[in-house]
């Protein structure tokens, strides 16, 4: 164990798990939150992680620097990619847990070159003052990833926090975000009818074992002012199969996914729902469109 801190309620816990390619992971009462390998940092361990990595792969040519913001740091396990797959990138982190991060930093450092800049603070304070907290003002991607411990708080998953974020996208930048769901969906569905309200492309990334509608899992949203083809095409494995991949739920599949699941303000939006939800019950393995 590299160490174990007291954050807030919770339990934070820093522990090497792999020797050969020096893996760490770091998990919050027990739930794993990061994992980085400092060997071969472009590896990403958790499937949501190495779908948002595809999605900043095909961002831009492969050769060009991404200006991006990660709101909700972890192990700066994806600012590591960026900065092992696209040296020269810009990046602006948030993380509310000042005395965490600086635990993690202490003890597996960035690398040398790497263009990250940290604030400390709630994401909606920094996003509401974010001319003078440094965040970009042209992001290329933000990457919204607010977990405390297993629930996302209702005050990053409103219509009026998503405009923040989006004031600050680049024509055509990417508002990427990672949320938790099972079955009815009806978390996430509100969360892409709310993006849906605020930018014309909007894609729903989906474990394929969660189509049953029976599991729980995670589900991440994409959206953005510039049609998504490019940027969804880069989720195929190789050989142009998407099985190595995750459900994708676009166009018309997604609008009959979202169904009448309504945007939520700051009068309307609630927490994320705990993994143990008894509402998650009531939608069991009932056929839901779109998937």
Same mark, same amino acid.
Do not use: C
């Given at each position: 164990?590299v160490f174990v801190l007291e954050?807030?309620?919770?339990?934070?816990?820093?522990?090497?798990?792999?020797?050969?390619?020096?893996?760490?992971?770091?998990?919050?009462?027990?739930?794993p939150q990061s994992r980085i390998?400092?060997?071969?940092?472009?590896?990403?361990?958790?499937?949501?992680?190495?779908?948002?990595?595809?999605?900043?792969?095909?961002?831009?040519?492969?050769?060009?620097?991404?200006?991006?913001?990660?709101?909700?740091?972890?192990?700066?396990?994806?600012?590591?990619?960026?900065?092992?797959?696209?040296?020269?990138?810009?990046?602006?982190?948030?993380?509310?847990?000042?005395?965490?991060?600086?635990?993690?930093?202490?003890?597996?450092?960035?690398?040398? +070159?790497?263009?990250?800049?940290?604030?400390? *603070? /709630? &994401?909606?304070? @920094?996003?509401?003052?974010? $001319?003078?907290?440094?965040? =970009?003002?042209?992001?290329?991607?933000?990457?919204?990833?607010?977990?405390?411990?297993?629930?996302?708080?209702?005050?990053?998953?409103?219509?009026?926090?998503?405009?923040?974020?989006?004031e600050r996208l680049a024509p055509?930048?990417?508002?990427?975000?990672?949320?938790?769901?099972?079955?009815?969906?009806?978390?996430?569905?509100?969360?892409?009818?709310?993006?849906?309200?605020?930018?014309?492309?909007?894609?729903?990334?989906?474990?394929?074992?969660?189509?049953?509608?029976?599991?729980?899992?995670?589900?991440?949203?994409?959206?953005?002012?510039?049609?998504?083809?490019?940027?969804?095409?880069?989720?195929?494995?190789?050989?142009?199969?998407?099985?190595?991949?995750?459900?994708?739920?676009? +166009?018309?599949?997604?609008?009959?996914?979202? *169904? /009448? &699941?309504?945007? @939520?303000?700051?009068?309307? $939006?609630?927490?994320?729902? =705990?993994?143990?939800?008894?509402?998650?019950?009531?939608?069991?393995?009932?056929?839901?469109?779109?998937?």
């Amino acid at each position: 164990m590299v160490f174990v801190l007291e954050v807030g309620d919770a339990v934070a816990a820093l522990e090497r798990i792999g020797r050969r390619r020096d893996v760490y992971e770091l998990s919050v009462d027990g739930i794993p939150q990061s994992r980085i390998s400092l060997v071969e940092p472009r590896t990403l361990a958790f499937e949501y992680t190495q779908w948002i990595g595809r999605i900043l792969d095909a961002a831009a040519p492969a050769s060009d620097p991404l200006t991006v913001v990660h709101l909700g740091a972890g192990a700066l396990t994806l600012p590591r990619y960026v900065a092992a797959t696209r040296p020269g990138s810009p990046q602006f982190v948030v993380e509310r847990e000042q005395e965490l991060l600086e635990g993690v930093l202490n003890a597996l450092p960035l690398p040398d +070159g790497a263009d990250v800049t940290i604030a400390y *603070g /709630d &994401a909606r304070a @920094v996003a509401t003052e974010a $001319a003078t907290q440094g965040w =970009p003002e042209a992001a290329d991607a933000v990457i919204v990833d607010l977990w405390s411990g297993a629930l996302i708080g209702a005050r990053v998953a409103s219509r009026e926090f998503y405009a923040l974020v989006a004031e600050r996208l680049a024509p055509g930048g990417l508002l990427v975000v990672n949320l938790l769901d099972g079955p009815g969906f009806e978390y996430t569905r509100s969360q892409a009818a709310t993006l849906a309200s605020l930018l014309p492309s909007v894609a729903a990334l989906i474990e394929p074992r969660m189509a049953s509608n029976t599991e729980l899992g995670n589900v991440v949203l994409v959206a953005s002012a510039r049609p998504l083809d490019a940027v969804l095409e880069g989720l195929k494995s190789p050989g142009g199969a998407r099985e190595a991949g995750p459900r994708v739920v676009e +166009g018309e599949a997604l609008r009959a996914w979202i *169904g /009448d &699941a309504a945007p @939520v303000d700051d009068s309307t $939006a609630i927490d994320s729902p =705990p993994m143990e939800d008894e509402h998650f019950a009531r939608h069991f393995g009932r056929p839901l469109p779109g998937l």
